[in-house]
């Protein structure tokens, strides 16, 4: 651990420190994932930018040649310290669902994920449910209960329009309030820990061969 | 607009220049990809109690936000107003300059551990939660 040594993948790590879980915070724009980060974190909802290389869909044969932009995608996050040992990280996806690759590494070892669903846009919502049904990540459905929606669907229509999988809880809540948000993070646990989906990506990827 | 005690004189052409998007790369000398290996949530603390001399902005900011507590990627990159990818470029060298280390979680927790962790965890919180 000598500095002067040469870096070696040993080097530079340090091995009792709590253990950042990850959970995603997902669903369409303006639906209020950072409403519901806010509501569980303990510090308020900071925001990371990433800027990304965009190919346009469609256009493969200019694919690494020309036809690139550069994206800056936003993501929000927010922590919580649950013991000594645990300390929960939620990090919500960025609005645009084109900017798949971008999730990848955001939901990269995520114990699960909230959907966020607002009943007034529900098309929003099926990008996110089929992403995570098929990257096998754990995933609930949370109905946020906006005051001014015209019609209060039931669990069982939201469940249908979306075809969420039977085992897949659809809840309702109010994202702004802590004891409702926390509620989901709850039900999502629970549903990670019956239907257990071993993660294909270690919790922390980075020199675990400890815990694989 | 010139920069912080120490820092390097911003050259204002370049800066003009080069927007938003390739300044966090100037400030990592271009490079985009960092010899260490990390995550959004690989938690870095301080090697030293003491102040690490010779540092840009940057990097004694970066430094001074994990000496309190082990310190998330994500958050160091939000609180420098760089993009993750620069921000590990800048704590990957601060960890080859010995100013910054790893702080990975001690061995034993499997998968369905961790969750049975979370759960008590967000069980107790609720029950503080009015």
Not at chain 1, 147 to 164: F, G, K, M
Not at chain 2, 60 to 82: F, Q, S
């Amino acid at each position: 651990m000598s500095p002067d040594r040469p870096v070696t993948t040993e080097t530079g790590q340090r091995n009792s420190a709590p253990f950042p879980v990850k959970t995603i915070v997902s669903g369409g724009f303006g639906v209020g994932k950072t409403t519901m980060i806010g509501a569980v974190s303990e510090i308020d909802p900071l925001t990371t930018e990433e800027q990304l290389t965009v190919v346009s869909a469609g256009i493969d044969s200019l694919a690494g040649v020309e036809d690139k932009t550069t994206t800056t995608v936003a993501m929000d996050f927010g922590r919580l310290t649950l013991s000594d040992d645990l300390i929960l990280y939620l990090f919500g996806t960025p609005g645009q669902d084109r900017y798949w690759f971008t999730w990848d590494d955001l939901t990269y070892g995520a114990v699960g994920a909230v959907v966020l669903i607002d009943t007034r846009r529900l098309p929003d919502s099926f990008g996110p449910v089929g992403y995570f049904e098929q990257r096998g990540i754990p995933f609930v459905v949370a109905i946020n209960e906006f005051a001014d929606a015209p019609h209060h669907y039931t669990t069982a229509e939201v469940r249908d329009a979306l075809d969420i999988p039977g085992h897949v809880p659809v809840v309702r809540c109010d994202a702004r309030d802590t004891r409702s948000s926390i509620t989901v993070l709850l039900a999502l646990v629970d549903h990670a820990l019956t239907h257990p989906t071993p993660p294909e990506q270690p919790h922390q990827p980075i020199a675990q061969g400890a815990s694989t | 607009m010139p920069g912080p005690a120490g820092a390097p004189e911003w050259d204002e052409a370049w800066e003009t220049c080069a927007d938003e998007q390739v300044r966090p790369y100037a400030i990592t000398g271009g490079r985009t990809r960092p010899q260490h290996s990390m995550r959004l949530v690989t938690l870095l603390e301080a090697a030293e109690a003491g102040p690490v001399h010779g540092l840009g902005p940057e990097s004694a900011r970066a430094v001074e936000l994990c000496r309190e507590r082990p310190c998330p990627v994500a958050e160091i990159a939000a609180r420098l107003g760089l993009p993750v990818q620069a921000t590990k470029v800048v704590l990957s060298d601060l960890i080859d300059r010995g100013a910054l280390v790893m702080a990975l979680p001690g061995p034993g927790a499997d998968h369905l551990q961790l969750l049975e962790a979370l759960r008590s965890g967000l069980e107790t919180r609720l029950s503080h939660v009015a």
